[in-house]
């Protein structure tokens, strides 16, 4: 289906906008190495029931992926989702968030209840996700308030900052209509945390056997879109 989409920026950020107008709609946010056009699978099942699609590229993605600046840190991203949250509350009477991995965490960070969250792979404890890498690592949190920065084998980068911050800012304690899809072999986010969180917050969760951290085979992009359709 032909889909009309815009293409802009908010404060210098380059943003998207599928859908004819209307007065609901989603933000999207990507995952690490996922983009702002990824909404557009979203809005391919959206939009025929009368709702747009806002995304933007988080930093050093995307269009923003030869940029030398702001790595993709809560610090850059947090106000970077506020003024596209505020860009679409003063447009829509209707404000929901359908986010992907860390696109999750960085949601719940920055954003207030929305009306309706979807939640793909989400990383729900970002705390316990660097305190699980610097195991893999074998990396203590003496060496690492040392060193500052440690690169890993696994292509992350463990740093200090980041656990603090991550520490001195807990995620919103959002109480809206929540659903959660999750691949019962994702390694990121134990099943533990993922069903302790949709208890405490009255989430709805769907487990998709087999499915790891990201869904990309055909099969789990059906088992996806379906649980879209199913949950918009």
């Not at 968030?97 to 696109?103: C, E």
């Amino acid at each position: 289906m032909d889909m009309k989409a815009q293409f802009f920026t908010i404060n210098s950020v380059p943003a998207v906008l599928y859908g004819e107008d209307s007065a609901k709609g989603w933000l999207f946010v990507h995952g690490q190495m996922g983009h702002k056009e990824e909404a557009e699978a979203f809005a391919q099942i959206v939009s025929p029931k009368g709702l747009q699609v806002l995304a933007i590229d988080l930093p050093g993605h995307g269009a923003r992926q030869k940029e030398g600046g702001e790595a993709l840190t809560p610090w850059a991203v947090v106000p970077e989702l506020q003024a596209a949250a505020s860009w679409a509350k003063a447009r829509w009477s209707s404000f929901s968030v359908r986010a992907n991995s860390i696109g999750a965490y960085f949601s719940l960070l920055a954003l207030d209840t929305p009306d309706k969250a979807l939640f793909v792979s989400p990383i729900l404890d970002m705390n316990e996700l660097i305190c699980t890498m610097m195991t893999w690592a074998g990396v203590s949190e003496d060496q690492l308030r040392e060193a500052g920065e440690i690169a890993t084998d696994f292509g992350q980068t463990l740093s200090w900052q980041y656990l603090n911050y991550v520490r001195r800012h807990p995620i919103h304690d959002w109480q809206g209509q929540t659903c959660i899809l999750y691949g019962e072999r994702d390694v990121m986010t134990p099943r533990s945390t993922v069903e302790a969180y949709a208890t405490r917050h009255r989430a709805a969760l769907t487990l998709v056997p087999d499915a790891e951290h990201w869904f990309h085979t055909p099969s789990q992009l059906a088992a996806l879109q379906a649980w879209e359709a199913e949950n918009m």
